[in-house]
Nanobody, 122 residues
């Protein structure tokens, strides 16, 4: 079992940056794959970025590639998402997620945080 709590969301102008953090509790954090998903109003939740347990493989949705960076610190049980060059279409609730599969890809994960709102103004 993993419990996840996101922070760092807020309001930012287009072109700006935000860094999301996710604090995880549970003994197995370092063995879980971690990811970020987002859900915009009226849309389905979508995959944003993922990172395997060791941090040696990361993958991104095409829409954020080159602008967002996912990272993790297993010693601190933390997951991060650095978001640069933000666009209004990045506006969504962002969710931290964890999965016991070593490399779950872009499918829905097993464990979820409560979400943090990111709003990008034009």
């Amino acid at each position: 079992q993993v419990q996840l709590v996101e922070s760092g969301g807020g309001l930012v102008q287009a072109g700006g940056s935000l860094r999301l953090s996710c604090a995880a509790s549970g003994r197995s954090f370092s063995s879980y794959a971690m990811g970020w998903f987002r859900q915009a109003p009226g849309k389905e939740r979508e995959f944003v970025a993922g990172i395997i347990w060791s941090g040696t493989r990361r993958y991104y949705a095409d829409s954020v590639k080159g602008r967002f960076t996912i990272s993790r610190d297993n010693a601190k049980n933390m997951l991060y998402l650095q978001m640069n060059s933000l666009k209004p279409e990045d506006t969504a609730v962002y969710y931290c997620a964890a999965d016991p599969h070593p490399d779950p890809g872009t499918r829905e994960y097993d464990y979820w945080g409560q979400g943090t709102q990111v709003t990008v103004s034009s």
